[in-house]
């Protein structure tokens, strides 16, 4: 059974976090996951303004909610000064961050530096299971290359631990 609020400690002044929610996607179907050897899927990425997360299943509405018992990518997250390297790099200024398929850009932390940590986002707590690391889609899905740059650059997973919603930050 997934920890509840009420069953977590309290988190530390560490585990708090100085992230900012920058964008919030959702999809409903898998373009990539488990299409190995199959043309990529359609399915869109849609940017929302809020999110609700429930604790051990994931964002109401994606396509990774209830995926498995303690799946550990319930959420992604993404670095948009990792997501504006990787349009410079590639010259791909107008490059959506819903390509990468993360769930929530983030900016304000290194978000590599969370992995195998609690931390707490707009009172949603989390705990980052290990980096989202890229697969060979990333070179059809942003530019041939894009695998290899975005190694040890692709965001992390989380369970979540704590139900509650996410928000787009103001500007």
Same mark, same amino acid.
């Given at each position: 059974?997934?920890?509840?609020?009420?069953?977590?400690?309290?988190?530390?002044?560490?585990?708090?976090?100085?992230?900012?929610?920058?964008?919030? !996607?959702?999809?409903?179907?898998?373009?990539?996951?488990?299409?190995?050897?199959?043309?990529?899927?359609?399915?869109?990425?849609?940017?929302?303004?809020?999110?609700?997360?429930?604790?051990?299943?994931?964002?109401?509405?994606?396509?990774?909610?209830?995926?498995?018992?303690? !799946?550990?990518?319930?959420?992604?997250?993404?670095?948009?000064?990792?997501?504006?390297?990787?349009?410079?790099?590639?010259?791909?200024?107008?490059?959506?961050?819903?390509?990468?398929?993360?769930?929530?850009?983030?900016?304000?932390?290194?978000?590599?530096?969370?992995?195998?940590?609690?931390?707490?986002?707009?009172?949603?707590?989390?705990?980052?299971?290990?980096?989202?690391?890229?697969? !060979?889609?990333?070179?059809?899905?942003?530019?041939?290359?894009?695998?290899?740059?975005?190694?040890?650059?692709?965001?992390?997973?989380?369970?979540?631990?704590?139900?509650?919603?996410?928000?787009?930050?103001?500007?």
């Amino acid at each position: 059974m997934a920890p509840t609020q009420d069953t977590l400690p309290p988190l530390s002044p560490a585990e708090r976090s100085m992230l900012q929610v920058r964008q919030i !996607y959702i999809s409903p179907g898998h373009n990539f996951f488990g299409r190995h050897g199959k043309p990529a899927g359609a399915h869109p990425s849609l940017a929302v303004d809020e999110v609700e997360c429930i604790a051990g299943s994931g964002l109401k509405g994606d396509r990774f909610f209830s995926h498995g018992p303690d !799946y550990k990518g319930q959420v992604t997250f993404f670095s948009e000064e990792i997501l504006e390297g990787l349009r410079e790099h590639f010259n791909l200024p107008a490059m959506a961050g819903s390509v990468l398929r993360r769930n929530v850009i983030t900016s304000g932390e290194d978000l590599n530096t969370l992995i195998g940590r609690r931390f707490a986002l707009q009172g949603v707590a989390f705990e980052a299971t290990e980096e989202c690391r890229p697969c !060979y889609w990333m070179d059809q899905a942003v530019a041939p290359g894009a695998e290899a740059w975005l190694r040890g650059r692709g965001g992390v997973r989380c369970r979540i631990l704590s139900d509650g919603r996410l928000k787009r930050d103001a500007p």
